[in-house]
């Protein structure tokens, strides 16, 4: 191959890896987007979005589009505040949750007055919303289902049978000497076990050869899990059965610890 025919093959070679990175993020991320409008519906541009994680006070700024449109994305799970800023309208503040592999929409009426006034948006109508974005049919479990939720022996896998369409196989199970962590071979949809995807923290997770969990993490670690059984996006690959995507949760300045006894 000669030089001038070797330079665009490696530049479309790069344009697909770096396609391949910004898709394997959307799975480790989640992302905020809506719509800003004024009190007649009509679009408001320019408006400044500020997405600011409560726990980390870590801010993302972006402006609304010509159609009144935002998109923040690649945003860690947890809480986090939106507030928009406006001249001419007060200013609307709301929290929101942000789950991994899932757009949270947040539209915001803005009403006229002083920008330094503040309104306060409850969350609770935007955190039952529709998913309008994709057509994944999933079970999510957030920290606090999965540290309470009651497990026999501690096994992340387990919360998969808690999905709908998912059935532990029947009988033979890997030994133990193949599969120490005691992770569960789960059928999803009558599939067999292998075409499960396992993913920590956007890493494929899956061991090629038993077809189970690699990592099997304490629950302690996990801050949000998904099972996607039906309509997952292409870009989890391996995967014929359902996906399962798991997010640890990252440290703090405080010690801290858990006990438990079998």
Same mark, same amino acid.
């Not at 770096?18 to 009190?39: E, F, I, N």
């Not at 969350?123 to 540290?147: G, Y």
């Not at 499960?196 to 801050?223: A, F």
């Given at each position: 191959?000669?030089?001038?025919?070797?330079?665009?093959?490696?530049?479309?070679?790069?344009?697909?890896?770096?396609?391949?990175?910004?898709?394997?993020?959307?799975?480790?991320?989640?992302?905020?987007?809506?719509?800003?409008?004024?009190?007649?519906?009509?679009?408001?541009?320019?408006?400044?979005?500020?997405?600011?994680?409560?726990?980390?006070?870590?801010?993302?700024?972006?402006? %609304?589009?010509?159609?009144? &449109?935002?998109?923040?994305?690649? /945003?860690? !799970? +947890?809480?986090? $505040?939106?507030?928009?800023? #406006?001249?001419?309208?007060?200013?609307?503040?709301?929290?929101?949750?942000?789950?991994?592999?899932?757009?949270?929409?947040?539209?915001?009426?803005?009403?006229?007055?002083?920008?330094?006034?503040?309104?306060?948006?409850?969350?609770?109508?935007?955190?039952?919303?529709?998913?309008?974005?994709?057509?994944?049919?999933?079970?999510?479990?957030?920290?606090?289902?999965?540290?309470?939720?009651? %497990?026999?022996?501690?096994? &992340?896998?387990?919360?998969?049978? /808690?999905? !709908? +369409?998912?059935? $532990?196989?029947?009988?033979? #199970?890997?030994?133990?000497?193949?599969?120490?962590?005691?992770?569960?071979?789960?059928?999803?949809?009558?599939?067999?076990?292998?075409?499960?995807?396992?993913?920590?923290?956007?890493?494929?997770?899956?061991?090629?050869?038993?077809?189970?969990?690699?990592?099997?993490?304490?629950?302690?670690?996990?801050?949000?899990?998904?099972?996607?059984?039906?309509?997952?996006?292409?870009?989890?690959?391996?995967?014929?059965?359902?996906?399962?995507?798991?997010?640890?949760?990252?440290?703090?300045?405080?010690?801290?610890?858990?006990?438990?006894?079998?």
């Amino acid at each position: 191959m000669s030089r001038s025919k070797a330079v665009p093959v490696l530049f479309c070679f790069l344009i697909i890896i770096a396609q391949a990175v910004d898709l394997r993020a959307q799975a480790v991320y989640g992302s905020v987007t809506g719509t800003v409008t004024d009190p007649q519906g009509a679009a408001v541009v320019g408006a400044t979005v500020t997405v600011t994680n409560i726990v980390q006070n870590v801010s993302n700024q972006v402006k %609304t589009n010509e159609a009144g &449109f935002y998109n923040v994305t690649h /945003l860690i !799970p +947890g809480r986090y $505040q939106v507030k928009i800023e #406006q001249d001419g309208y007060k200013a609307a503040t709301t929290e929101v949750v942000v789950k991994v592999d899932v757009a949270t929409t947040t539209d915001v009426a803005l009403e006229i007055g002083a920008v330094t006034e503040t309104v306060t948006i409850s969350s609770e109508a935007i955190e039952l919303s529709l998913k309008t974005d994709r057509s994944d049919v999933a079970t999510s479990f957030d920290q606090r289902q999965i540290q309470e939720l009651p %497990t026999f022996d501690r096994n &992340f896998t387990k919360f998969l049978l /808690l999905s !709908p +369409g998912t059935q $532990q196989l029947p009988g033979w #199970q890997h030994a133990a000497s193949e599969n120490p962590q005691g992770s569960t071979q789960t059928m999803v949809n009558g599939q067999h076990f292998s075409g499960t995807s396992y993913q920590l923290d956007g890493t494929d997770n899956r061991d090629p050869i038993l077809g189970i969990i690699v990592i099997n993490p304490t629950l302690e670690s996990v801050t949000q899990a998904k099972v996607t059984t039906q309509n997952y996006d292409a870009e989890f690959g391996q995967a014929n059965a359902g996906v399962v995507t798991a997010q640890t949760r990252s440290g703090s300045n405080d010690p801290h610890g858990s006990v438990f006894l079998f």
